[in-house]
């Protein structure tokens, strides 16, 4: 099993990014990547869970660090569907909420959404779009991307790397310093008024 090494990301999300974007186009092409995800927020827990690529993917924030505002996620599950209950063990631990009673040891996507998810006054889930272009600037993991959240649409800029240092570089050096750190459940959570 390949060994997960938790990342430092900065992200911000916004309209207004034109010499940021700018600075980042001239290393080159980038790598464009579509991909059409489902997040599912929890009033209860700030962690990044959603379903992509046929897989439920949760990442948990594992350290802040309060004065750069960077966050280092790592990687807590990807299990395939149907879903088994020992990986729904896992995953209402990250909604953070009880597990409910189940009538069976796995559930079809389907089952999963329509029986698990939606009727759990806790949850939301959101039709997340992201029109990707990935940059490697300095080694790290630049990224601009167009995204929309349900109906809502909006722009993301992010760095990324396993040396925090690096990342706080290569921001200074797009000169991205002075956007505020917002990761996606936070932008998301703000966008339709949950408290994050």
Do not use: C
């Amino acid at each position: 099993m390949n060994k997960i090494i938790p990342r430092w990301e900065w992200r911000t999300f916004g309209d207004k990014f034109e010499d940021a974007e700018n600075k980042i186009k001239k290393q080159g092409n980038g790598r464009h990547r579509q991909r059409s995800e489902i997040y599912i927020l929890s009033q209860k827990s700030n962690d990044n869970t959603k379903i992509r690529e046929g897989l439920m993917d949760i990442k948990s924030p594992i350290r802040i660090n309060e004065e750069t505002g960077l966050e280092q996620w790592t990687v807590v599950t990807k299990a395939d569907f149907p879903i088994h209950i020992n990986d729904l063990v896992v995953v209402y631990k990250a909604f953070g909420i009880p597990m409910p009673y189940l009538e069976k040891d796995q559930y079809s996507y389907s089952e999963y959404l329509n029986e698990l998810i939606k009727p759990n006054s806790h949850l939301k889930i959101v039709d997340v779009h992201k029109n990707r272009h990935g940059y490697i600037i300095d080694d790290a993991i630049v990224e601009i991307a167009e995204v929309k959240f349900d109906e809502y649409e909006t722009k993301t800029i992010a760095v990324e790397h396993a040396n925090p240092d690096l990342v706080l570089e290569t921001m200074k050096k797009l000169e991205l310093t002075d956007y505020e750190n917002i990761n996606y459940i936070k932008a998301m959570k703000t966008q339709f008024g949950m408290e994050y």
